[in-house]
């Protein structure tokens, strides 16, 4: 990771606009929401593929609606390269939404793809997964994902998100890998269902 | 009335004696608690002692009810020694019970390996604490 100035002034600007514009609220409210819900979609479909999707879908959503929020509150302009994009991301986006700074590591040689490596993830607090859900394959902080293909989708920019590794599944880290697909042209944001 | 979590630390006691104690315990439990409408107090203290074990019982307000025996040594053990393990185990069962994945209503007991290992910890830090 490079320490040129635009880190720095992405890091000043996410503390900045997290400390003095964003309501807050309890971390325990918001992780035993979040919990619920996503035993609520396992009760519901059964099968953790299918949960996984529904996840992403509630993200994307979630993440058209949160960049104009974004925007708006941080004032930033647009992001020069996609080194930018990822910086303003884990810097600002989830330290003004989540208050954590995910670490930007593994650039291909590219520079298009990236991975985010979460330390610690107010999604997941006290919540252990059962043994079924870790052999369906269930991503819990799926939703992550969805909101970045969301959010980057509206400033034009088509991007595929996906977990690799998840400390609830024993693994040693949390780590989302973000490929840039490709910039979106003037038209119109591909509607999905 | 099913017990959701049992350990045993000892080297000398079966199991199943522990299954008979914590019953019996129980029994204990709701005498105390339904003579007092006034339960303010989560700690219930010494329940009773049978052989060389000591029967200690604590109540949450959700009515969960934990239960602590130990052998009896010749040294004593304090009221605040045995408050702080009890708290810290109520600790460890809230911690278990904020899990999304967790059923509450269910009659089976705590699966969770987190939560055993919690247990692990406390008994084996009241062990060098308490010396039992």
């Known amino acids: ?193 | 009335n099913n017990p959701l979590f049992i350990k045993n630390f000892s080297t000398s006691h079966p199991d199943l004696k522990y299954h008979y104690i914590a019953h019996t315990s129980i029994d204990v439990i709701e005498e105390r608690v339904s003579n007092g409408p006034k339960n303010l107090d989560l700690y219930l203290g010494l329940l009773y002692a049978m052989e060389d074990l000591a029967v200690y019982g604590y109540i949450t307000n959700t009515r969960v009810k934990l239960v602590v025996v130990v052998s009896v040594t010749d040294g004593i053990i304090r009221d605040a020694d045995m408050k702080a393990l009890f708290r810290k185990i109520h600790t460890a069962y809230v911690s278990n019970v904020c899990n999304p994945f967790y059923n509450i209503d269910s009659q089976k007991s705590i699966n969770s390996k987190s939560f055993a290992r919690s247990i692990e910890t406390i008994g084996i830090n009241a062990r060098t604490t308490l010396e039992i």
């Open chain 1, 1 to 193: 990771m490079s320490s040129n100035p635009a880190v720095k002034q992405y890091k000043a600007l996410g503390d900045e606009v997290w400390k003095s514009k964003v309501d807050k609220i309890n971390a325990e409210l918001f992780t035993l929401t979040y919990g619920s819900m996503v035993v609520q979609l396992v009760k519901d479909f059964e099968d953790y593929t299918e949960v996984n999707k529904q996840l992403e879908k509630m993200g994307y959503n979630i993440g058209q609606r949160m960049i104009e929020d974004f925007l708006a509150r941080s004032g930033i302009g647009r992001c020069s390269e996609f080194r930018d994009t990822a910086e303003a991301v884990s810097k600002v986006g989830f330290k003004m939404f989540l208050n954590i700074t995910p670490n930007i590591t593994n650039w291909s040689s590219d520079n298009k793809e990236f991975s985010l490596i979460f330390d610690e993830n107010p999604l997941t607090d006290f919540v252990e997964l059962p043994d079924e859900a870790l052999e369906g394959g269930l991503w819990y902080s799926n939703v992550y994902c969805g909101v970045l293909r969301g959010a980057l989708e509206m400033v034009q920019m088509q991007v595929e998100a996906h977990f690799v590794s998840d400390i609830l599944r024993g693994d040693e880290v949390t780590e989302m890998r973000i490929k840039l697909i490709r910039y979106l042209e003037e038209e119109v944001p591909v509607g999905e269902d």
